[in-house]
Nanobody
Framework: QVQLVESGGGLVQPGGSLRLSCVVS????????MGWYRQAPGKERELVAV???????NYGDSVNDRFTISRDNAKNTVYLQMNRLKSEDTAVYYC???????????????WGQGTQVTVSS
């Protein structure tokens, strides 16, 4: 059983910072790409940032250079450092990881339960 557990969300004022974490646990053979997505009320889920197993990164246009994704492969953890937060960053943030549970099966996507980020004064 594979689990992804996010933490670090909360209420922050505009211009503030938050750091999200997502820990992968359970039966894991290997993890490929890991990423963060978000969904605001009434909107579709969108890519925030993704990082490959080799450390290459890609960001959604809306976060520009304000957010930084990183990972600690030894801890099966991915992070999202969010700076200069804006009200439009308010959303539920989801962690996703491409995981191969055992060697003989393909990678598949696993999602966390989400963590709420609210940016408001």
């Amino acid at each position: 059983q594979v689990q992804l557990v996010e933490s670090g969300g909360g209420l922050v004022q505009p211009g503030g910072s938050l750091r999200l974490s997502c820990v992968v646990s359970g039966s894991i053979f290997s993890i490929n790409a890991m990423g963060w997505y978000r969904q605001a009320p009434g909107k579709e889920r969108e890519l925030v940032a993704v990082i490959t197993s080799g450390g290459s990164t890609n960001y959604g246009d809306s976060v520009n250079d304000r957010f930084t994704i990183s990972r600690d492969n030894a801890k099966n953890t991915v992070y999202l450092q969010m700076n200069r937060l804006k009200s439009e960053d308010t959303a539920v943030y989801y962690c996703k990881a491409e995981i191969r549970a055992i060697a003989i099966i393909p990678y598949r996507d696993y999602w966390g339960q989400g963590t709420q980020v609210t940016v408001s004064s």
